[in-house]
Structures are given as structure tokens and as C-alpha cells.
T-cell receptor, first 109, second 116 residues
Framework: GQNIDQPTEMTATEGAIVQINCTYQTSGFNGLFWYQQHAGEAPTFLSYNVLDGLEEKGRFSSFLSRSKGYSYLLLKELQMKDSASYLCAVEDSNYQLIWGAGTKLIIKP | IAGITQAPTSQILAAGRRMTLRCTQDMRHNAMYWYRQDLGLGLRLIHYSNTAGTTGKGEVPDGYSVSRANTDDFPLTLASAVPSQTSVYFC???????????????FGAGSRLTVL
């Protein structure tokens, strides 16, 4: 079966760096996405990786290793507004998105 | 403001009742999707439409139906609601249905449905 694994919850301190991991087993691979979802709101797109390596976008970076079925989202200079759930999703060979359950990130002052 | 509008925002209904969740987008996106989100689970695809006039079943289609009469609207109907359909429902859209490039989804604000 297809599976996306990510930690349920993480806690970090304001101003620090946090890495959220995602491992996947899917039928084919056409790209990996990270979305941010604040409580009670809709998911919003953060990043997309289709080739191995690091994609940097401001304070957020996303890394992909296709051979290991592994990605991480790196958040630097954490701010209180970064408290949210972070969803990892993989597009399979049928161009359907398989979603992880999300990682709830709690930022403490 | 371009985006997706869902209605109602929240609804409580009795088991056995029929309910339609409305979804309208103004971005002229080809593809539209209905997901449900339950605590501890990832987003699960209910139904999708790659283009107006076509629909397809997702991971959890039982008890739900959709139609895509035009590009903008994609309503989701629960013919006879059951308590297990209590969930938050998200409508989403994207420009493409396959091929190269990132298929980025834009989500509506969600509809919280409680079936008693």
C-alpha cells in the first residue's frame, strides 16, 4: 500500500530551527509537496520537490532524496506565526496526491 | 479576490438527511477535488474532476456523489448522511491534471459537517 509517515507533533522555540521529516512509500513518484495548515484554516502550498536536493524559499527549505523515500522541511528563525500543522504529500504515478497525517508544530516563546 | 468559495461553513444535520456542500472557484482551473479531513488522518480524496463534464472516484467515495456541469462549480452531495460522515470537507482546485510541473492545489476554507 501507499504510505506517508511524519511525526505527529513537534515543539520548538521562537527564533530556533526545526526540521520536520517525511518518509514515503508510493506507487511511483511525480513530486513531493509541503503544505502549511493553521488551525481551523485551509492548507496552503509551501514547497515542491521533484529532483533530489534542497529547495530554499526564504526561511523555509525543503529537501528530497528519492532513493531513500525521504524529505524534510526546514524552518529557520521560527516565529510564533509558524505554529501550524505541516502536511507532506506525494504525487504518485497516477498523478494523485497521497497525504501524510500532518505534523503539528508548537512554537514556544 | 480569486479563490474558492465553500458553503456552508458549518452544518449540523440529522442522520438520513440529504446534504449538498457547494464549491465555486473563479480561477478557471481545470481540475477540482473534494477531500475530507479527520483527526489523525491525512486528507482523503472523495471525488475529483479533471475537467468540466467528467468526474472520478477517489479513495473514499461511498455515500457521496458529485457533478461538474461547468468549470466553476463542483457540488458534493451526501444522499443519506450517516454519523461517520462527520468531518471537515475541503474543496480544492488546480490548473492541471497531469504532466510535468507542480500541480499546486488551492483549497477552500472548508465546511465542517456534523451528522447526529
Amino acid at each position: 500500500g501507499q504510505n506517508i509517515d511524519q511525526p505527529t507533533e513537534m515543539t520548538a522555540t521562537e527564533g530556533a530551527i526545526v526540521q520536520i521529516n517525511c518518509t514515503y512509500q508510493t506507487s511511483g513518484f511525480n513530486g513531493l509537496f509541503w503544505y502549511q495548515q493553521h488551525a481551523g484554516e485551509a492548507p496552503t502550498f509551501l514547497s515542491y520537490n521533484v529532483l533530489d536536493g534542497l529547495e530554499e524559499k526564504g526561511r523555509f527549505s525543503s529537501f528530497l532524496s528519492r532513493s531513500k523515500g525521504y524529505s524534510y522541511l526546514l524552518l529557520k528563525e521560527l516565529q510564533m506565526k509558524d505554529s501550524a500543522s505541516y502536511l507532506c504529500a506525494v504525487e504518485d504515478s497516477n498523478y494523485q496526491l497521497i497525504w501524510g497525517a500532518g505534523t503539528k508544530l508548537i512554537i514556544k516563546p | 479576490i480569486a479563490g474558492i468559495t465553500q458553503a456552508p461553513t458549518s452544518q449540523i444535520l440529522a442522520a438520513g438527511r440529504r446534504m449538498t456542500l457547494r464549491c465555486t472557484q473563479d480561477m478557471r482551473h481545470n481540475a477540482m477535488y473534494w477531500y475530507r479531513q479527520d483527526l489523525g488522518l491525512g486528507l482523503r480524496l472523495i471525488h475529483y474532476s479533471n475537467t468540466a463534464g467528467t468526474t472520478g472516484k477517489g479513495e473514499v467515495p461511498d455515500g457521496y456523489s458529485v457533478s461538474r456541469a461547468n468549470t466553476d462549480d463542483f457540488p458534493l452531495t451526501l444522499a443519506s448522511a450517516v454519523p461517520s460522515q462527520t468531518s471537515v470537507y475541503f474543496c480544492a482546485s488546480s490548473e492541471r491534471t497531469g504532466g510535468s510541473g507542480a500541480n499546486v492545489l488551492t483549497f477552500g476554507a472548508g465546511s465542517r459537517l456534523t451528522v447526529l
